[in-house]
């Protein structure tokens, strides 16, 4: 049932639930944050209100922090996209630092090629705007798996800050949108396995 308040009358029931105390209600609404992760425990929210799974792919996760036990992300100047969650043996969950000397690509994707430059006549084009990963492709390229590209500092393809992957279903008039996940710097470099002869960066 409270699933179906509004945020105002939420607040009016947890006012009533503590008396009518708003400290108390205060520290109620602050006690715990929820972050969302994805299988590789990338974090992809983090609020003080329980999120609408609805609005992530399925094979996300939630999980209810105590608001003092996520301090680290917020308290020495690093951003969110440095860390990941891992899940121990009892399903907690830990927020841990990606650590610069331990690498974050698998060995799986060890093959891979970096996006520098821009081509007129690209196969596949990459490019971005403040919300969105932006994917081009040539008219008349066959796509037969989905693309997957790596943002990771700047000439460093052994840190990830993010995972952009790109099914064949998301193009539409061969462009695709992937929703950018972590607030990442101006600089950094693209990686990818080179399926293709020539990708571009605009």
Not at 53 to 75: A, E
Not at 132 to 158: A, C, R, S
Request: charged share 30%; net charge negative; proline share 3%.
């Amino acid at each position: 049932m409270e699933d179906n308040l509004t945020p105002g009358e939420r607040l009016a029931l947890l006012k009533e639930q503590n008396n009518g105390s708003l400290k108390k209600t205060q520290q109620t609404l602050t006690e715990y944050t929820f972050i969302v992760y994805d299988e590789d425990g990338e974090i992809l929210y983090k609020g003080l209100a329980e999120p609408n799974m609805l609005d992530f792919d399925h094979s996300c996760k939630t999980y209810k922090f105590k608001t003092s036990d996520v301090k680290i992300l917020d308290d020495n100047g690093k951003s969110m996209a440095q860390f990941y969650i891992e899940e121990d043996e009892h399903d907690v969950c830990h927020i841990k630092l990606k650590q610069i000397e331990t690498p974050k690509i698998k060995a799986s994707r060890d093959f891979l090629t970096e996006v520098t430059e821009k081509i007129s006549d690209y196969d596949i084009d990459f490019s971005s705007s403040a919300t969105d990963w932006i994917v081009q492709k040539n008219d008349k390229l066959k796509l037969k798996q989905q693309l997957t590209f790596y943002i990771t500092p700047i000439g460093d393809p052994h840190i990830l800050y993010e995972r952009v992957v790109v099914p064949i279903e998301t193009f539409i008039d061969n462009k695709a949108l992937v929703k950018r996940k972590n607030s990442i710097d101006s600089d950094y470099s693209i990686y990818t396995h080179k399926i293709f002869d020539k990708y571009s960066r605009s």
